[in-house]
T-cell receptor
């Protein structure tokens, strides 16, 4: 079965410093991976996805993610964190099977950017 | 326009009440989803509609009844809920194009409190 793991419940980073939010995956076929961000009392906003192609995926709001097949990882990165980036970050993998559009979400990592 | 709207934003209901949640998108998407998100947990899929037909029901109790009257609208009818059903209910939609892995776009959610 497909799954993703986010090993850190919370990440603290100083404003202006680079940030990394970790995600590892376990899939039986090709991995289709996503990152979403959720601000307090809000729905999820799409950041980026990896389907195939370049291992470095660029997304919204200056975020990017690096797909690493040998380490089965899909870490989210940003070169310079902003206080406004503070939110819950969710990694997801699309479930396998024909005609299924099911996401499996990780438990989430709460990012806190300190001024 | 990548907007999914949900009404109401907040809902308080008793265990004997009947209420409905509404979700709307005008992006021409043919797949729509209901998720349930408890506090400090990732979203959990409840239902998927594909071309207005129910394609996935994640063993959700019958007190939750989804309805897709047309390709733009998705409802979730609630009846005889329990306090443990209190959660954020998220709607999402995606374009279905064969094997292409499409992004799901989420609404802001309805925060439900069952007393």
């Amino acid at each position: 079965a497909q799954s993703v793991a986010q090993p850190e419940d919370q990440v603290n980073v100083a404003e202006g410093n680079p940030l990394t939010v970790k995600c590892t995956y376990s899939v039986s076929g090709n991995p289709y991976l996503f990152w979403y961000v959720q601000y307090p009392n809000r729905g999820l906003q799409f950041l980026l996805k990896y389907i195939t192609g370049d291992n470095l995926v660029k997304g919204s709001y200056g975020f990017e993610a690096e797909f690493n097949k040998s380490q089965t990882s899909f870490h989210l990165k940003k070169p310079s964190a902003l206080v406004s980036d503070s939110a819950l970050y969710l990694c997801a993998v699309r479930d396998e099977g024909k005609g299924t559009y099911k996401y499996i979400f990780g438990t989430g990592t709460r990012l806190k950017v300190l001024a | 326009d990548t907007e999914v709207t949900q009404t109401p934003k907040h809902l308080v209901m008793g265990m004997t009440n009947k209420k409905s949640l509404k979700c709307e998108q005008h992006m021409g998407h043919r797949a729509m989803y209901w998720y349930k998100q408890k506090a400090k947990k990732p979203p959990e899929l409840m239902f998927v509609y594909s071309y207005e037909k129910l394609s996935i029901n994640e063993s959700v109790p019958s007190r939750f009844s989804p309805e897709c009257p047309n390709s733009s609208l998705l409802n979730l009818h609630l009846h005889a809920l329990q306090p443990e059903d209190s959660a954020l209910y998220l709607c999402a939609s995606s374009q279905e194009e064969g094997a292409m892995i499409e992004t799901q776009y989420f609404g802001p959610g309805t925060r439900l409190l069952v007393l």
